[in-house]
């Protein structure tokens, strides 16, 4: 029941150019799906009316003509039409008082015997003024409690009310949204502590929403009066400073909250303290905590450094419950005295907006200023390939990279990474942020290696090693043949973490290294470096998924040298060993045979190894496309009749076989090992 509104701006451009072309058949075909839709609902209003009674019909037609205008083909079998008109009745009673300014919510497992339909599902309904997030704040709430969305439908009907928030008429009035989710099972007694959370996330939506504008305007007026602040900055500095807050308020920030802090004497100690009544969105009317003292705050130690930026750019300690997940955004603005000495700051929080994540470094204010010193300390022409290479690594950064970091930072980052374009490796960048008490960490994996078993394995490591309980993470792919992971830790409070790059960077390297690293070790190892690599290349990295899951590296090494023996005039290698331990069927006997263009006949090889002693248990045949040939491996799991000593006796079997096969020895019992 996916009844969400769709922008007109999102048709896709296929369907405009052919309405263009041919109007008539559009609007035929327009005029046939209203009325194979009209068909398919007419059960379900033809119900309804009955429900509703003679008073009733119209309201509880026009509210279900919008609660079902997007049912599909595949959900309509899910009730029977009168499942369905009592579903929907059910929601317009829920729906027929409500104050203008709160939300009706609620959360049950419907029955047929109470509310005439019934779900397999707990459902929850909310009933709202009609506003931005409200269906992705909600969803975001639930999958913080580990609950999935099985349904979901979210139409927005005009509802006229009267005194109190009676429902007068349906059609007309003000747009309202109504939500039906049909959700995870869940029992009596969790019902009211998800209704509660559902309704504290809607309550933050309606603060965040109702005083955006007033927020907005707030910035607007923080940008102009940083023309005449006492900010002890260049005056470049300062303008880019008022650009970006510009930049931000222009659709490029979602904003959530505000509040005004000034400095204060108390007990003889300079301390930050919130401004009585300052407070807007999620920071209106709430508590703010007791002042700091201003010695503990990070702008301050970065203050003692010498350094001063004009702005703060971070995160938050706090989650975002609007829109979408992760810690919020910090914009901070600081006003000093004529000494330089903060005497306030003033302070938004909300979300970078995705058009700001669109936007290229060069065309952010603050941040086309840091671009330009990379690309000018870099000594790289921006027309030549290593140049225009670090311009699109800076273009492809996380923008909270772009944000957050100094210049310096984003120099070393940017040249890091265009080390790597060289040789393909794995790496880390780890940068601690100067205001808050988070790492901003940028791993960039080889792209044939990463996926998602490898990202959860960093974000276990990252967890463990900077005593984390929780890590952010957003994985870019595109044509770089490197995957960048960004990922966002924050240590527990109090915890006293030493961070160890190196060590961190061996890590890392261990989680993405994997069966195929092995193998190449061991084959240089073996061959050395120049004809290890090139047996690796030509017939270790063909080795199949089937073929890897059953043998150690120690194992395909030896196999890939055999298959390297494979040559005109040798064709079949075989080789009797014992299984390794710790390998699948580990300590067994096994026959391979290296064969090459077509594997050998079961019915003339198994009379061979019976007449040799051996007794054949299983067999796995593995086909591999190698020197461009089709090469196999016949893997067969034996028995001896008696115990053998296989450092002396496997070269003289090999050798054996390879002479009954081509028949300059007779194949009879007389062969037994």
Known sequence: ??????????????????????????????????????????????????????????????????????????????????AWAALANDFLDFARKRKPGTANVRLFNPSRETHGWESGHTVLQVVNDDMPFLVDSVTMALADLGIGVHVLGHPVVAISRGRGGKLQAVGEGESESLIHMEIDRQSGDALQGIQDAVSSVLEDVRLAVSDWEAMRDKMLEVATGLATSELPVPQKEREEAQEFLRWLADDHFTFLGYREYEVR???????????????????????????????????????????????????????????????????????????????SERRFIGLYASSAYNRRPWDIPLVRERFEHVMATSGLRETGHSGKALKHILETLPRDELFQSTAEELARLGTGVLQLQERIRSRLF???????????????????????????????????????????????????????????????????????????????????????????????????????????????????????????????????SHLASLREGVDLRPRLYRAPAEGTGGGKLRLKLFTGDRDLPLSDVLPMMENMGLRVIAEHLNRISADGRTLFIQDFEVEAGAEIDLDSMAPEFEDAFVRLWRGEAENDGFNKL
């Open 430 to 560: 780890i940068r601690r942020d100067r205001y808050g008490d988070f790492y901003s960490i940028l791993a960039y994996v080889p792209r044939e290696r990463f996926n998602t078993e490898v990202r959860l394995k960093l974000e276990t490591m990252l967890k463990k090693e900077l005593a984390s309980d929780r890590v952010d993470s957003s994985v870019r792919l595109d044509e770089s043949p490197l995957a960048q992971v960004h990922l966002i830790v924050r240590p527990r409070p109090g915890a006293q973490v030493e961070v160890d790059e190196q060590r961190l960077e061996k890590m890392l390297a261990d989680v993405v290294r994997n069966w195929l690293d092995d193998l190449r070790d061991e084959l240089v190892m073996v061959h050395g470096e120049a004809e290890g690599m090139a047996l690796f290349e030509q017939f270790g990295r063909p080795l199949g998924t089937a073929y890897i899951q059953d043998a150690t590296p120690a194992v395909a090494a030896a196999d890939v």
């Open 265 to 343: 004497r108390k007990r003889g100690e300079a301390v930050l303290a919130p401004v009585d009544g300052s407070g807007l969105g999620l920071m209106r009317g709430r508590e703010a905590g007791p002042a700091r003292p201003l010695t503990s705050l990070s702008a301050h130690e970065v203050r003692r450094t010498g350094r001063i930026d004009p702005l703060i750019l971070t995160k938050t300690n706090s989650r975002s419950t609007v829109h979408r997940p992760g810690y919020m955004d910090y914009v901070g603005v600081v006003e000093y005295d004529a000494d330089g000495n903060a005497v």
């Open 1 to 82: 029941m996916t009844t969400s509104r769709k922008s007109p701006a999102r048709k896709s451009t296929a369907a405009s150019k052919a309405a263009k072309k041919s109007p008539a058949r559009t609007a035929r075909a327009g005029k046939a799906g209203k009325a194979s839709r009209s068909a398919r609902l007419a059960p379900i209003f033809s119900a309804i009316r009955r429900l509703a009674g003679k008073e009733g019909q119209e309201d509880a037609s026009l509210f279900a003509k919008a609660f079902y205008h997007r049912l599909t083909d595949d959900e309509l079998p899910l009730h029977t039409p009168e």
